[in-house]
């Protein structure tokens, strides 16, 4: 075919896949207005003569304006929603019919489809036929949109010998294309490429748990997100309810996902990273991250026995350890019913307070104990007295030294006091004996020396978990004002805001004062699952104790040392539910050549890590570079204004912990365009978990494996966060010999994969 055969080929299939554009935008233009019109008259056919807040009575009704406008207003705001890419592919079957595959589906007048949605029944060949098996697709072609314009086609012949002699088959593929597209600082949806094996994992059935692992860029997140809208698409009425839950490791990986799910039309789903989950108990939202020894030991399982010690006696009382040391006792209950002196020691109050806890939660156990004083006492009362048993409880309950015993005994404790109350050596010492070491003790009292002040504690993401098992130990307290929910409305309420009203009436509204007001979810879907701690799985669970689950992680990119206790918590999760792992073989992300070194630097300390195959290879092999200390400066310098020149998109800066302020100064003072600035990061290691950037610097590899119990593996995540290319930097003493860091010791002995692409051995 010659080139000109080739172009005027291109030109006529573009025009003729605009046409269809067209009709499907024309469509939506009609749509919408009717949208709009259905939205409207929903609003108006509801109005709270409250305006302010709304109570239970009100629930009728506005259950009503929910069902009239929620579905107009949900279908408006997919409509509106920008969708780069409406349509995005095209299969010609074996019997000559054709179907164009989109974000949404799209009906004509006569209710034939114009589009068909991505997540329907009748779209999986787009993503599943290949040329072994092209289940009745001949070719499969994906468009390329900019805005409602077609701009590239990319076409894959499955069925050779039922095609017609004169189909054009174009391009080279969607798949590559995409890839080596720039990235920019979110996430996008890979809706018009997913690959078979993906696509298996975001059909999956949604009972039960799913677990999706796979080495690093194999997809395993942006598969995880559009299996979320899939089961939203799929069993609406469940999920949209019962809520989806997306968890994943920080607030920069929750700003580098949330594109994903509105792009895909759907906005109906929470997503919170691990700090923030106890929101709906706790006035907590915590993004600091603790030394990560301290970390491990906040985050092991040994903390519940000490939590469930610490609040077995509230602050006042001497805290009883396992040592044999005798509590000193608060002072009697000394008081005088009609003439009678009454007392209760404080040992029998104790006895009386252990009674209670052992059937109640702590903050549930004051009416129960107030019970039990009142009959302690009345058993006190001498024979001959003249008061009958019904008058006996009104005349002890108001006496002020009964109140007084009352508020030392069962005072409401609340979590972030009782968590505070560690800080404190000797309550620590009392509570981990025998269950922390003295070194542990030490990492925890200087991790709680950086809470800053008291009643304004800087908690850090591990300590929110320990305040959320406090909150279920402990229990709601009965005596707390907020036990009436109040559901505020603002007075323009707008279309996000009805379905948020019914969801959360659904979901948190409760008459009972004893229950948990942790907010729960149908599912429940984990990112970077290999860095939840068992204590903050313990915290997932509490949100998702009905619910199925979608687990996502790499073990060989774990930050933990001791994974045996994270896969006894996940065990304990699945329990003997349903469970299908899905493994994802390829990594999409890094080339060949980055991810050959970064295969062997995890192979030679972690030999069973899951190594996928690069699909990629650019003929660049990643620099190595050893400077003085004196002169990182100038190295990264050189290095950004190179990368800047060489990739379209970001440049992420890779720091170990302890350099990170001196290196963001550094970087600061760098001589930059402002163009090049923006496309700049400076990050953690921890803080780039599951992101990625077109060109990366890791800077003193070495301290990054010394900084981080996860050791080496936390190196290997760093080393493959590039898309295309990699520098590393280690960095020498001046005047010291410039010889390489210890990381790249003996790498050729250890298995990678050559570059270009070849599968890892
Ligand atoms: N089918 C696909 N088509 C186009 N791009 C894809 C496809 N699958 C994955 N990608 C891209 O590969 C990159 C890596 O994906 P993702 O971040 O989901 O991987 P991951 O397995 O979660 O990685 P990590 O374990 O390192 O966090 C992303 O840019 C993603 O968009």
């Not at 499955?158 to 017609?164: I, R, V, Y």
């Not at 590559?176 to 999956?204: F, N, P, S």
């Amino acid at each position: 075919m010659t080139t000109h055969d080739i172009s005027s080929d291109l030109s006529r299939e573009l025009a003729l896949e605009q046409a269809h554009v067209d009709k499907v935008y024309e469509r939506l233009a009609v749509a919408t207005k009717e949208a709009q019109r259905a939205a409207q008259s929903g609003a108006s056919h509801y109005r709270s003569d409250r305006g302010d807040y709304l109570r239970e009575e009100d629930m009728t009704s506005v259950y009503e304006r929910d069902v009239f406008a929620y579905q107009a207003a949900k279908r408006l705001a997919i409509l509106e929603a920008e969708h780069e890419g409406l349509v995005f592919g095209r299969l010609d079957l074996t019997d000559g019919d054709t179907d164009y595959i989109g974000r949404i589906g799209v009906h004509d007048d006569d209710y034939e489809p114009l589009v068909i949605d991505w997540r329907a029944r009748a779209a999986e060949p787009f993503y599943r036929a290949t040329a072994a098996d092209p289940m009745g697709v001949v070719r499969r072609r994906v468009l390329r949109c900019r805005d409602d314009r077609v701009i590239a086609i990319e076409d894959d012949l499955l069925d050779g010998e039922s095609a017609p002699s004169d189909l054009p088959v174009i391009g080279e593929g969607a798949l590559m294309a995409a890839l080596t597209r720039a990235r920019g600082h979110r996430m996008r949806d890979i809706v018009a490429t997913i690959q078979g094996e993906q696509d298996e994992a975001i059909r999956a059935p949604y009972q039960g748990v799913t677990i999706i692992t796979g080495g690093p860029g194999t997809g395993k997140t942006v598969v995880a997100l559009h299996r979320a809208a899939y089961l939203l698409y799929t069993h609406r009425r469940r999920f949209e309810q019962g809520g989806v839950l997306v968890v994943g490791p920080s607030d920069v990986f929750m700003n580098y996902i949330e594109r994903v799910l509105p792009s895909l039309g759907e906005d109906s789903v929470t997503l919170h990273s691990v700090g923030t989950i106890p929101s709906d108990v706790l006035p907590v939202d915590a993004h600091r991250t603790d030394h990560s020894e301290a970390a491990v030991i906040k985050g092991s399982v040994r903390m519940v026995d000490i939590l469930a010690r610490l609040i077995q006696v509230p602050a006042t009382v001497p805290v009883v350890g396992r040592t044999g040391h005798q509590p000193k006792l608060e002072k009697d209950l000394l008081l005088t019913v009609k003439g009678n002196a009454l007392r209760l020691t404080g040992k029998t109050l104790l006895g009386l307070r252990r009674q209670t806890l052992r059937a109640t939660k702590t903050n549930h156990a004051r009416r129960a104990g107030r019970d039990l004083m009142v009959n302690a006492l009345w058993d006190l009362m001498p024979e001959d007295h003249d008061v009958e048993r019904e008058d006996f409880a009104g005349l002890v309950s108001d006496h002020p030294a009964f109140l007084e015993a009352l508020a030392t005994w069962w005072p409401t404790q609340h979590a972030m006091m009782e968590l505070r109350r560690l800080s404190y050596p000797e309550v620590l010492a009392r509570v981990a004996d025998g269950i922390l070491s003295p070194q542990d003790q030490r990492t925890l009292l200087d991790s709680f020396a950086e809470l800053g002040p008291e009643g304004d504690e800087d908690w850090s993401v591990a300590d929110v978990a320990l305040l959320d098992e406090l909150a279920a130990l402990l229990g709601t307290p009965l005596d707390d004002d907020n036990t009436e929910e109040q559901l505020f409305l603002t007075a323009e309420s707008s279309a996000n805001e009805i379905v948020t009203v019914s969801d959360r009436l659904a979901r948190e509204r409760t008459d009972d004062p004893y229950a948990d007001r942790f907010v729960t979810y149908a599912h429940v879907l984990v990112d970077e699952a290999q860095d939840i701690t068992p204590m903050q799985w313990r915290m997932l669970r509490r949100r998702g104790a009905q619910a199925s689950w979608t687990i996502v992680g790499d073990p060989a990119q774990s930050s933990w040392p001791d994974r045996d206790e994270l896969a006894q918590e996940v065990e304990a999760l699945v329990g003997l539910g349903q469970r299908r792992t899905f493994r994802m073989s390829t990594n999409y992300r890094s080339p060949a050549e980055v991810f050959d070194l970064a295969a062997k630097v995890v192979a030679r300390d972690f030999p069973e890590a899951d190594l996928p195959h690069a699909v990629r290879s650019t003929g660049i092999a990643p620099e190595l570079r050893t400077v003085h200390r004196g002169q990182l400066a100038d190295a990264l310098q050189e290095e950004v204004d190179r990368l800047a020149d060489q990739v379209r998109g970001t440049i992420g800066v890779i720091t170990p912990p302890s350099r990170q302020f001196d290196l963001e100064q550094m970087l600061a003072g760098l001589e930059l365009d402002r163009s090049v600035r923006e496309r700049l990061t400076c990050v953690t290691t921890l803080q780039a978990k599951g992101l990625e950037y077109d060109a990366v610097v890791v800077v003193a590899p070495d301290e990054i494996v010394a900084e981080h119990v996860g050791g080496t593996r936390i190196l290997y995540v760093a080393l493959t966060r590039p898309t295309q290319q990699l520098v590393t930097i280690d960095i020498v003493p001046n005047g010291a010999p410039l010889a390489p860091g210890a990381w790249r010791a003996d790498l050729d002995e250890y298995p990678g994969q050559a570059a270009g692409g070849a599968q890892a051995s």
